[in-house]
C-alpha cells in the first residue's frame, strides 16, 4: 500500500513551487531519499472539492511520497517544515485525500516570492 500525501496549497503553482525548492534544498539528503515532493500543479477536476470539504480554498497542489517505509519517522518533522515554510494558512496536508495532518502550531510562512530566500 502506497503512503502518500496530498498538499493543496492557496498559492498559484509558481510561488507554491518556490516553497518547494526551498524545502527541497533545505532537506538532507537521506530525508530527500526516503521521501519524494513532487513539484507544485494545477488543480485536477475535483481537487478544489477535495480541499474545499476540509474547510480550503487551493489553487495548486503537490504530492509527498513516502520512498522508503523504514524512515516513516521522518514524515512528521517533514510535515511541520512544509507548514512552517508555507504558513499554516496557506497549505493543507492530507494523507490519502481523506484525512487532514495539521500543524502542530501556527506558522507564518517564509516570504520567499521577493527576495527568494527567507
Known sequence: MAIDYTGYASLFVDSAQVRLSHIQKTLKPDVSDA???APAKD???FDKEIAHGFGF????????????KDR???VPPVLEFIYQVFGTEKVLMLWG????KPATRPYPGYD??????Q
Open 97 to 100: 485525500n481523506d484525512m487532514a
Open 35 to 37: 521521501l519524494l515532493i
Open 43 to 45: 488543480l485536477g477536476p
Open 112 to 117: 520567499l516570492d521577493a527576495k527568494g530566500t
Open 72 to 74: 516513516l519517522d521522518l
Open 57 to 68: 480554498v487551493a489553487a495548486s497542489k503537490f504530492s509527498l511520497f513516502v520512498q522508503n
